[in-house]
Structure formats: C-alpha cells, structure tokens
C-alpha cells in the first residue's frame, strides 16, 4: 500500500520575519557593554562542532587578543556582541569552555580563571526570560588542565591528564540543570615555557573529534622562558665562505629540518630580495632562528598544522629551550664591506666556515678565516655538497684548508668530527682546534651532526654579567612602521630596560652630535612583544618621535637611558695583521668598524707601545727614513684616529677593526678625549 505524500508547507517571509523577531526578542537583556574591536577582551555565543577551517580562524583571534594585552585576554562565553545574554545552560557553557581552552594550549597559555555566572536572567511565569534584581551568583569552577601554577614544579607529566568532571567535583552553588541560564568568564595567560606540549594540540584534529583533547605526554624538562632562552642561551653563530659554498641553503636546511631538493628550495625560503633568489647570492645581513629542546632534539620550522607554512619567529622561540641564531652573511667579493660590517658587529660566538667540496678553497675562504680569527671567534670549517663529489676533488679541498689552518696567521690545528665522541673531545679545544665536519643538504649526511655539534657548543658571550652597566642598545636597522611610528631594531649590549611612557631614553648622536631625548613606547623580541629587555637580546624599540626627528635616525646610533657624549677622536691600540704587504704611516685613511659604527678615519698620531713581554721586538712600530713612525704587518702600536665626517659614540674596551679594501688590522679602543682611559 502506498504511503501518502506529506507536503510541508514553505514559510512565507511574513512569517520568517517573525520568528526572527521572537528569538531577537530573546536576547535583549543587556548584561555588559558591547564588544570593542581592540583590546584583550572577546565575546562569543558558543562554540559547537567547529570545524578545522573554523577553529584556525579562532586560534587566529585570540592570538590577537592576547597580544593586545601583552600576554593575557579575558573571554566571556554566552554573550552576544552587543553585550545582551545569550541565554545560554551550563553545559553549552562548559563546552564553549572546553574548546577555548585547547586554542589556549595550542598558543602556549593557560586559564588562570573559569567564572561560571547565574542568577542574573529566569524565566517568568510565561517562559519568557526576565532579567533579575540584585547581585548575580559567580561560581569559580576548575578548567580542563589547571591554571599552570604547577609548571614550575616540573609536574607535567602521564599524570598531568583532562579532568573528569563529575557532579561530586562541582561547587555546590552551581546549577547544572538545563534551565538555568548560565554564562562564563575566562582569563587566559601565556606561559613563556616549553613545559607545555611543544607540538601544540592539532586543530584539524580537534574539529574531527568534536573538540576533544589530545595533548600527548612529554618528558620532563626545566624550566624556561623566552627571555633566558634568547639571551642566556642564546647561541649567535656567524655563517661564512665563498660565494658558491651554499650558505643560505645550510641555514635553510638547518632551520626547517628539510632536506634542499639540488635547485634551490632550501636558500629561497630564508632569501630577503627578489634579485637574491633568482641570482641565487645573498646581497645583506640577516638572522634566522634554529630551536633545540632540552634533550638536543632539532625544532623543524614545517608547521604541523598548516603544511605550506613556516614557523615564525616567535613560535620557534617559544618551544625553545637553546636558541641558535645563524647570520647569513654574503659571500661574494663585492659584498666584503657587508660582511665584514656584520662580523664586526654581530656579537658572534662561533663561525661556521661553509667550504665547497668540489672546488679548491679561494682568497675569500682565506679572507673570511682570517676575519674571524681576528675577532677572535671560534671556527668551525664545514664541507657542503659532498653528494656527488669525486674522491680527489674532496682530498685536494680539504688538503688545501689544512694548509690555511695551519698557516701562521690563522694558527689552527684540523680536526675532523665523525662521530658524538669527537664532538666531546674538541669541547673546550677550539681556541687551538678547528673541527671540520663533513655535509650534503640533498642526501642529508653530517647534517644531524652538525646539528648535535651546534647544540654542545657552550655560550662564550657572557652578556649576563653587564646587567648592572648602563643601558645601551646598538641601532643596526632603522623602520618606520604605519601606525607604531619610528622603530630600531638592534642589539642590547649592556644593562636593561623596562618600556612604557616613562622609559626615557636618549638616541643618537646626530649628524651634529647631540642626543634626541625621547620615550621607548614598547619592545619586541623575536616578534613577541614584551615590556623588559636586558643585554644580549636582538629586540625592536618604538620610540615616540616627530616626523622632523624621525629624518635624523640612522644606522650606527645607540640608545642610551642616560645621556652621553660623541667624539670624534679616539685613541686605540692596534695591531697589523700579517699577510699582503701594509705601510702605515700618519695621515693613513682607513674605514673603521666599531661594533655597530663604520665610518672613515684618519691616523692623526702614531705612538711606539712599550715593549711586551714574550713579544718579538719585531712586532713593535718602527721609525722610518724621516724619523716617522712606520707600522708594517705584525706590527703594535698606539695609534689616534679622527673621523672623516661626524662624531660618535664609542667608550674605551670597544674592539675596532680596519681596513682599506681588506682588512688590515684589529685593536682595542683605550681612551677617548672626554672619558678616562682603560686601566
């Protein structure tokens, strides 16, 4: 027998408008003000079988909301935007709850408060909702995985799991019936550690299993921040050699974890410029970030949940305790100036010396060897593209930088690494050994060796020591960003800083050599923004500067909490590096390099040292035929120097370097005009 048709009836619009108008009605008692669009504070009616798509997009925004409040937001669940309740029951709370949190995890932060509030909207006796007198019932209730005050006791472990939440285990006060109208208030904190899961829970996953939990246990590990990893761990390594060596391919291969397919991959997703990725040479200066867990394990810059998204900066930053920071520097003749401005001022610890397997090592692989030992940096000599290379072209390469080690103005004895117990036995040697270390960034082999090495290296730097010191901040690069204003980026030498409308700093000198004072508004490190920085951070200042003043910044200034002095003269102590022929006589113009200041100099006066012990008489200045004082390689000497163009900041104990074409010579500054000497 045949079933009959059922045939339902459209709604017209008259009756679509009023059922719209009857759920309106609904939520229109106000309970707080409406929903601004900036600042740490979100709304949200709830949240119910969300999607991965959707539950990025979340993640997304309360990223945004926690860096409005410089790390912490407050969600109120079951509000509408307009502030009206959204006449929500508990469990639809909790769930809202339950799925905000894990975006937390996901962003490295914590619930320090889950207020669930009721008693403020009921029905009346026509079950339409009425707003109460009097004050509301706010019930504090324990969320999913705790306010991480336990973090600190390295607690976070197989026991560390979801809570099972049951009614014995609820406040009393709190009503869990269906009925009762109910909204929540969450604050959020992010935790500066690792001691949350480093592999941030997945949200695809999440979506596909309705917003259920799955966040792995990990092993113990210390504690940790941001701060103490990008300054007191934080290893600054200079990356050097010849022009085909493969540097940015290394650095590439080393931050992401991936493998260089032979074109190119690798070196294209670190590359600054347009003209540097199809030239495939590198023109600038530039730093990238390689992370290490506490156990040495390498953190991949791949993001697990989006596949063709790298890592930012202050995402590797988090999950790090040991932070590596490989200077790319260019390694093509013409950009010499570049690269030596770069040694000179990156604050290194090592350097790692990139030599191509297949072809002989050039004057440049000398050149950069001799730069870095000059500044007395720790080398590390390391064969690329060994893939394919023949057995002879690899033993005449490396016969040739044994040569180079071993000469007299590098003095350093080859030692190659093939295993984890060579590692430990060149630790605490390389003032007079030089490991060699042999790689492929297509097949992969000596990679995770040279990885083991660079997490073992001890910090040499111990920029810790200088927190007492007057604050002094090194401008390297200078932005003007829409909406923030004037912002430096550079380098935190000495002392600290906590920014805000009454961090007052000094910047400059100018052209004329006066100081601008102004107030450093906020600081970032990393990309993360924070409201301190202390010496041996790479960090961005915004400094509160008109358009007129924003004109007189340039590279080479420091950023002082109190106001200092220029020169333009300076004495230093000097010594001429062994190699191409060099005669220095008075009036002698070279470009100095100051840490971060270069600039040309003259040699106004040159002085005889006293004679050092164990010093070959030889290496002393000499007179010359009309009794002047001749400074020829090997040489010491105290020499005065007088800038060529305008006067600037630098204090005794600086390290100088100089050079006419190609480095000619190091030194110590000793004393300047206005500053007593170094005793």
């Given at each position: 027998m045949k079933k009959p048709t059922t045939i339902i009836k459209p709604m017209d619009k008259e009756e679509k408008l009023k059922k719209f108008q009857?759920?309106?009605?609904?939520?229109?008692?106000?309970?707080?003000?409406?929903?601004?669009?900036?600042?740490?504070?979100?709304?949200?009616?709830?949240?119910?079988?969300?999607?991965?798509?959707r539950l990025e997009k979340l993640k997304t925004q309360m990223s945004?909301?926690?860096?409005?409040?410089?790390?912490?937001?407050?969600?109120?669940?079951?509000?509408?935007?307009?502030g009206c309740h959204s006449l929500l029951d508990y469990k639809a709370c909790k769930e809202t709850a339950k799925t905000l949190e894990l975006l937390a995890r996901s962003l490295n932060a914590v619930v320090l408060e889950l207020k669930m509030i009721q008693g403020e909207v009921k029905k009346n006796d026509d079950g339409k909702p009425v707003k109460l007198d009097g004050t509301a019932e706010e019930v504090v209730v324990p969320s999913m995985f705790g306010n991480g005050k336990d973090l600190s006791q390295n607690d976070f472990d197989d026991e560390h799991e979801e809570k099972v939440e049951t009614d014995g285990n609820l406040p009393k006060e709190l009503k869990i019936d269906s009925g009762v109208y109910t909204r929540a208030e969450?604050?959020?904190q992010r935790i500066e550690t690792h001691l949350l899961d480093?592999?941030?829970?997945?949200?695809?996953?999440?979506?596909?299993?309705?917003?259920?939990?799955?966040?792995?246990?990990?092993?113990?590990?210390?504690?940790?921040?941001?701060?103490?990893?990008?300054?007191?761990?934080?290893?600054?390594?200079?990356?050097?050699?010849?022009?085909?060596?493969?540097?940015?391919?290394?650095?590439?291969t080393l931050t992401s974890s991936l493998l260089d397919d032979g074109r190119g991959s690798s070196r294209t997703s670190i590359m600054k410029h347009r003209h540097e990725i199809e030239s495939g040479r590198t023109s600038t200066s530039s730093t990238h970030l390689m992370g290490f867990r506490s156990t040495g394990e390498a953190i991949g810059a791949k993001d697990n949940v989006r596949v063709n998204r790298r890592k930012t900066e202050d995402e590797v930053a988090k999950e790090s305790y040991r932070v590596i920071s490989l200077m790319d520097l260019a390694g093509h003749e013409k950009y010499l100036k570049t690269t030596i401005h770069g040694v000179?001022?990156?604050?290194?610890?090592?350097?790692?010396?990139?030599?191509?397997?297949?072809?002989?090592?050039?004057?440049?692989?000398?050149?950069?060897?001799?730069?870095?030992?000059?500044?007395?940096?720790?080398?590390?000599?390391?064969?690329?593209?060994?893939?394919?290379?023949?057995?002879?072209?690899f033993k005449t390469s490396k016969s040739e930088v044994t040569k180079l080690l071993k000469a007299p103005d590098i003095g350093k004895m080859p030692f190659e690494i093939k295993s984890e117990q060579d590692i430990e036995k060149v630790m605490g040697k390389m003032?007079?050994?030089?490991?060699?270390?042999?790689?492929?960034?297509?097949?992969?082999?000596?990679?995770?060796?040279?990885?083991?090495?660079?997490?073992?290296l001890p910090k040499r730097r111990k920029h810790e020591k200088k927190v007492e010191r007057p604050f002094e901040f090194l401008v390297e690069d200078i932005f003007n960003v829409p909406g923030v204003g004037s912002v430096v980026s550079g380098f935190v030498n000495a002392g600290q800083l906590s920014v805000g409308s009454n961090a007052h700093v000094y910047v400059g000198p100018t052209d004329?050599?006066?100081?601008?004072?102004?107030?450093?508004?906020?600081?970032?490190?990393?990309?993360?923004?924070?409201?301190?920085?202390?010496?041996?951070?790479?960090?961005?200042?915004?400094?509160?500067?008109?358009?007129?003043?924003?004109?007189?910044?340039?590279?080479?200034?420091?950023?002082?909490?109190?106001?200092?002095s220029s020169t333009k003269e300076f004495e230093a102590e000097i010594c001429v590096l062994k190699g191409v022929g060099t005669t220095i006589r008075k009036s002698y113009q070279a470009y100095v390099h100051i840490l971060n200041v270069r600039q040309s100099a003259y040699a106004r006066k040159i002085e005889i040292v006293k004679a050092v012990p164990g010093i070959p008489s030889s290496h002393t200045a000499q007179y010359g035929e009309d009794n002047e004082v001749v400074l020829r390689p090997g040489s010491r000497a105290k020499v005065r120097f007088e800038f060529a163009q305008r006067p600037e900041y630098i204090r005794p104990g600086m390290r100088m370097l100089f050079r006419d074409g190609r480095v000619r010579g190091v030194g110590l500054v000793t004393a300047i005009p206005t500053v007593d000497p170094v005793r």
């Open positions: 009857e759920a309106s009605a609904k939520r229109l008692i106000s309970v707080v003000d409406p929903e601004k669009e900036d600042g740490n504070m979100e709304y949200k009616r709830q949240l119910h079988n969300c999607s991965g798509e945004y909301r926690l860096d409005e409040g410089r790390g912490s937001c407050v969600y109120r669940i079951g509000v509408e935007d307009d969450m604050t959020f480093p592999s941030p829970v997945s949200l695809s996953k999440i979506g596909k299993e309705n917003a259920k939990a799955d966040i792995a246990s990990k092993p113990k590990e210390p504690a940790n921040s941001v701060a103490d990893a990008l300054s007191k761990r934080n290893i600054r390594v200079a990356v050097v050699g010849n022009v085909d060596a493969g540097k940015s391919t290394m650095i590439g000179a001022s990156g604050m290194a610890d090592y350097a790692l010396i990139l030599v191509n397997s297949r072809h002989n090592p050039t004057h440049m692989t000398h050149h950069h060897l001799n730069l870095c030992v000059s500044f007395g940096i720790q080398v590390i000599i390391v064969f690329t593209k060994i893939d394919g290379c023949p057995d002879h072209a003032n007079t050994l030089a490991p060699m270390i042999t790689t492929s960034c297509v097949t992969g082999q000596g990679i995770d060796l040279l990885q083991k090495m660079l997490f073992a004329d050599g006066t100081f601008i004072k102004t107030v450093a508004k906020s600081a970032h490190i990393a990309r993360i923004s924070t409201n301190h920085v202390t010496c041996g951070q790479n960090a961005c200042l915004a400094l509160a500067l008109s358009k007129d003043l924003r004109k007189k910044l340039r590279r080479g200034m420091v950023v002082l909490k109190e106001s200092a």
